[in-house]
């Protein structure tokens, strides 16, 4: 029992030093960028990386399906879940420590995305450029309350080229790879997802297949 218990105590402060690393981060770059460039402006760092401010309603990448206040809220009820599951998984002896990481990563982002949404139309005006956005007393923003724009800088144009004339449509336009615009909330989504994905997918099918007979078992 005491060995379990250190155990739950170390991946607690594992997850949560994470979730309070990311979300620190995120936001220290966010309102640096927000308050030191203009929208739109970009800073090449090198030809396959630069900092570009964008700011975006929507979900991830600057993808947009969903209405506004429906995505904050899904995101609000996403981080609530995560928030149980972590805690769940610190009580778990059989939990790789890997995987504690990967779902902490996703919260840390989830949540990170959800200051800019609640907050940022509050406390930040949103001029045209080539002014920059200044902090302002709550209620004196550019929006309400859920009604932010999220912060993306990260734009890597990893190579490009243009498709050869002869293909029916596309033929003749320029490809470029990677072009959304991503801040660090959306890295961590994105790498925490992709390493469940690879690396802990056979967990999470294990732990469905053996539910069942724990189940029989207990019975």
Avoid at 13 to 38: G, M, R
Avoid at 67 to 90: D, E, G, H, Q
Wanted: charged letters at 15%; aromatic letters at 20%; proline letters at 5%.
């Amino acid at each position: 029992m005491r060995m379990e218990w250190t155990k739950g105590r170390r991946m607690a402060f594992i997850a949560w030093a994470i979730v309070v690393s990311v979300i620190i981060a995120d936001q220290a770059l966010k309102i640096w960028i927000k308050t030191h460039f203009y929208l739109n402006e970009d800073y090449e760092i090198a030809p396959w990386f630069h900092i570009h401010f964008i700011q975006n309603n929507g979900m991830a990448f600057g993808l947009e399906f969903f209405n506004k206040y429906i995505l904050t809220f899904f995101r609000l009820a996403l981080f609530s879940f995560l928030v149980w599951y972590i805690r769940r998984l610190c009580h778990e002896a059989r939990v790789p420590t890997g995987y504690l990481v990967c779902i902490a990563l996703i919260a840390a982002g989830a949540f990170g995305n959800i200051i800019d949404c609640v907050f940022y139309g509050e406390i930040f005006t949103n001029p045209y450029p080539p002014r920059v956005a200044e902090f302002v007393p709550w209620g004196e923003g550019y929006g309400s309350i859920f009604q932010g724009l999220v912060v993306d800088m990260f734009y890597f144009p990893l190579f490009s080229f243009h498709w050869p004339q002869w293909i029916p449509v596309i033929g003749g336009q320029l490809f470029s790879f990677f072009d959304p615009v991503f801040n660090i909330a959306d890295a961590a989504i994105s790498v925490g997802m992709a390493s469940i994905l690879v690396f802990y997918f056979k967990l999470l099918e294990h732990s469905l297949d053996d539910e069942p007979k724990k189940g029989s078992h207990n019975s």
